[in-house]
């Protein structure tokens, strides 16, 4: 097991690793398993900063579960980026699904490139990611500059029933606020 750190010094080392991962790729040969890493680093911590209604969860120490939803373009590193991890006292647990459900038992959802149908989750407790810049998910990672960003679409956030902190709000390249309830 991982060493229980104070929520703060998380949150702090957490921010500091973002963005320190937000970093360029020195050639185009590395771009791409380095973004993916990277990528796989942002789904391990995002959990950090997302608050799920009580009821997402079938008992107080049901894991997180992190599904790579249709084709998986981690390999090994999403399991490598969440080893050990734990977020609100739960472990991270990752799972590969080829479709997605409201029973499929995710709380975070990566959506790749791949034109998989999320909107049936309108309304359920998931963190939906997507791979597509102006996606349709609650988080969004966008290559900028080759460097992996993320958007936020808090007003989805809001629809799923999810609290996004303002620390990771803070470090989104973009934010579509909530709108008025």
Known sequence: MGTVMHPLQCVAASIAFML?????????????????????????????????PPLAFSSPTSPIVLCVVGEDPFGPLLEEA?????????????????????????????????????????????????????????????LRDNRVRFTVDDDTAAQHGLGISSKLLNVALAVKPRGPR
Request: glycine share 6%; with cysteine; hydrophobic share 45%.
């Open 20 to 52: 320190w991962l937000a970093v360029d790729a020195n050639s185009a040969q590395a771009a791409e398993p380095l973004e993916y890493s990277v990528k796989a680093a942002y789904l391990a911590k995002f959990p950090f900063y997302v608050d799920w």
């Open 82 to 142: 969440t080893h050990d991890q734990q977020s609100q006292w739960r472990p991270l647990v990752v799972r590969r699904i080829k479709t997605l459900s409201r029973d499929s038992g995710c709380h975070v959802a990566y959506v790749g490139a791949d034109s998989v149908r999320f909107d049936l989750l309108k309304g359920s407790p998931v963190l939906v990611v997507t791979d597509t810049q102006g996606g349709n998910g609650v988080i969004n990672f966008v």
